[in-house]
Each structure stands twice: as structure tokens, then as C-alpha cells.
């Protein structure tokens, strides 16, 4: 195998297009408008990556038989045989020990918190993702985390807003997830890869992601009317859109993976950056221009 062929190899276990997820930990420092936590916040970012990458390498290595079945996830580089499952288990240790050891020289709640995430991510690697409804709380859970871990670097305080509004909307994503994978696959290549979809039906899931985005909507508004906001009012189109969107690819069998599709999907990536701008100018007290 080539050299070029080796690192992609490498990437495709370690899959750093899922740090996107991590983004979350700059939550609490934007919002709380803790700008002097920048770098520890970024430190925090890495550690989280490391530990995320870690998770990803065990669960390849272990799941490669079941995801050799899998339309897609036979690429994968330990079930495609371009990787060991000894070398990929090597380096889910690696991590996870490098991922903790940065995590102790920040904070030591911030390590608890990242050691409860890879705990709950094992977890689900080996149990929860195996049964219907806890393994999206589970993924839930995972989002939350991240946003509390966040938070200890400065001692933030995280609002029941922000909780039930991170809370909700990874609810809706991993249903639209599990929806996607539902229509992906025969009847009977789901059952050997996701066993957790043996129990769901297009329609149940339809109706977990209607309740879940109409929750989400309900906390951010309820969120929005509690204090003053100026630039923050505008990004609740900017929310509705980006939640109608994820529900038309996911129904449309085009998208299923958020991490993947708010940079594949041009509607998507320009709503988070817009959203992106006004809540950044909305932290930074820039004066609003007209009349509320």
C-alpha cells in the first residue's frame, strides 16, 4: 500500500470531519462571553478530538465483521483490511491515555467530564447503540457532555436553556440519523449492522423528530424572550431553516450524518455561518443599527 494510501487509511479511522461535533465546548465561552478562555477552551478542543478519535478506532476495530455488510461502512479501513484491528485497538489506547493526560493538566472536573464522555461512549459502542431510544439518548448525552466540558475550563454556569436546547436537537439529528439508516438498508442488513433498528419504523421515527424539533424550537424561543437580544432574534429563522432542512435530506434519502452534511449541503453551511455571525456580534455588544 502506497503512502498516500496509508494516510488516508489513517484518516478514515481516526475520522477528524467528526470534530465538528467538539465545536460545542466554544459554546459556554462565546455565550458566557468568557473571552479570556480561549486557549484553554482550544486545549479542550483537542483533548476532545484525541478522545473522539479514540472511540472511533475501537469501535472500527471491533465492529469490522458487522460493517463489512454495511453499503458504506464496508470502506472503513479495518473491515476494508487496510488496517488491523490490533493496530486500530493500539491506537484507540494511544489516544484515549494522551486524550486524558492533556485533559488532568487542565482541569481536573474538565478531565471527569471528558472520561464520562469516553465512558459513555464505550458504552454505546458496546451496548446502548444496540437498543432502540437509549442509544440516541446516548448520543444526546455525548452532545451535553461536550457542552459541560466546555463550561468547567472557566467555571461557566450552564443554563436550563442551553440544556434542554443542546438536549433536543441532538435528539432530532440522531433520529434523523437512525431514520436515514432505516431506509439505507434491506430489512436485513440493518438488523446485522444497527440492531437497535429492528425496533423502529419510518413512522415512529417521523414522530420522534417532530417532537423533538417542535421541543427545540419551544426552548430557543422561550430562550430568546427571556432577556433583551438584538442580533440573537434573527437567528431564529436562521434556526427553523436549518431544522427544516436536516428534516427535508433526511426524508429525502440524501443526508443522515450532521457531522458530514453541514459541510456537504450549501444551505446548511451558510445557515451556520450566519447564525455564526449574529450570535458573535450579539456577544460582542456591537450596537444594533435600527429600532426594536
Known amino acids: 500500500m502506497s503512502l498516500a494510501h496509508t494516510v488516508k487509511a489513517w484518516l478514515q479511522l481516526l475520522r477528524p470531519h467528526q470534530y ?71 491506537t484507540a489506547f494511544l489516544l484515549g491515555f494522551l486524550s486524558l493526560g492533556l485533559a488532568l493538566t487542565l482541569n481536573k472536573r474538565f478531565a471527569g467530564l471528558a472520561m464520562l464522555y469516553g465512558a459513555n461512549a464505550l458504552l454505546y459502542t458496546l451496548y446502548f447503540k444496540k437498543l432502540a431510544l437509549l442509544d440516541t439518548f446516548s448520543i444526546a448525552a455525548g452532545f451535553l457532555l461536550r457542552v459541560y466540558g466546555g463550561a468547567q475550563l472557566g467555571s461557566i454556569p450552564v443554563s436550563g436553556y442551553l440544556f434542554m436546547t443542546v438536549f433536543f436537537l441532538s435528539l432530532f439529528l440522531a433520529l434523523g440519523k437512525r431514520r436515514h439508516e432505516l431506509l439505507l438498508l434491506p430489512t436485513e442488513a440493518a438488523q446485522a449492522t444497527r440492531k437497535s433498528l429492528k425496533t423502529y419504523s419510518v413512522y415512529y421515527l417521523d414522530q420522534l423528530m417532530n417532537i423533538s424539533a417542535t ?78
Open 215 to 292: 421541543l427545540t424550537l419551544t426552548v430557543y424561543i422561550l430562550y430568546l424572550m427571556h432577556a433583551s437580544f438584538t442580533w440573537l432574534l434573527g437567528t431564529l429563522p436562521l434556526v427553523v431553516l436549518g431544522i427544516f432542512r436536516y428534516y427535508h435530506l433526511t426524508h429525502n434519502k440524501s443526508a443522515g450524518e450532521p457531522s458530514r452534511d453541514l459541510f456537504a449541503d450549501k444551505m446548511l453551511l451558510l445557515t451556520g455561518a450566519a447564525y455564526s455571525l449574529l450570535a458573535l456580534l450579539e456577544m460582542l455588544e456591537v450596537p444594533f443599527p435600527f429600532t426594536l
Open 20 to 90: 465538528t461535533k467538539n465545536v460545542l465546548l466554544f459554546v459556554p465561552m462565546v455565550f458566557g462571553r468568557r473571552w479570556d478562555l480561549w486557549l484553554e477552551t482550544s486545549l479542550g478542543f483537542v483533548t476532545w478530538n484525541l478522545m473522539a478519535s479514540a472511540i472511533y478506532a475501537f469501535n472500527d476495530a471491533r465492529d469490522a465483521a458487522s460493517d463489512r455488510l454495511h453499503p458504506s461502512k464496508r470502506f472503513r479501513p479495518v473491515a476494508a483490511g487496510l488496517l488491523s484491528p490490533q493496530a486500530a485497538y493500539l
